[in-house]
């Protein structure tokens, strides 16, 4: 079985990734997605072993800080 939930989470992310980059800043909406990224990679064990709807749940969270990452560099590189 193939985990597409952090890429429909990522897909679904980055409009809003892309528009808070634009407002706020794209070093903080980075840096934002890299700590929220890591900690769902850190959790992915745990979630495994709680079951899979748990990992599905940790895949998808991996999944938000990946969506904000490419709009955030976008915006970082057109300043």
Known sequence: MRLRHPSA???HTQVGGGLL???IGGKKVLGFGV????????????????GMPM??????????GEGVAMP?????LSR
């Open 55 to 64: 990992l599905l749940f940790s895949r998808a969270m991996m999944g938000v």
């Open 72 to 76: 955030a560099m976008n915006s970082m």
């Open 21 to 23: 980059a634009d407002k």
């Open 9 to 11: 989470a990522a897909t």
């Open 35 to 50: 700590v929220w990224w890591s900690i769902a990679t850190v959790f992915t064990p745990i979630a495994a072993s709680m």
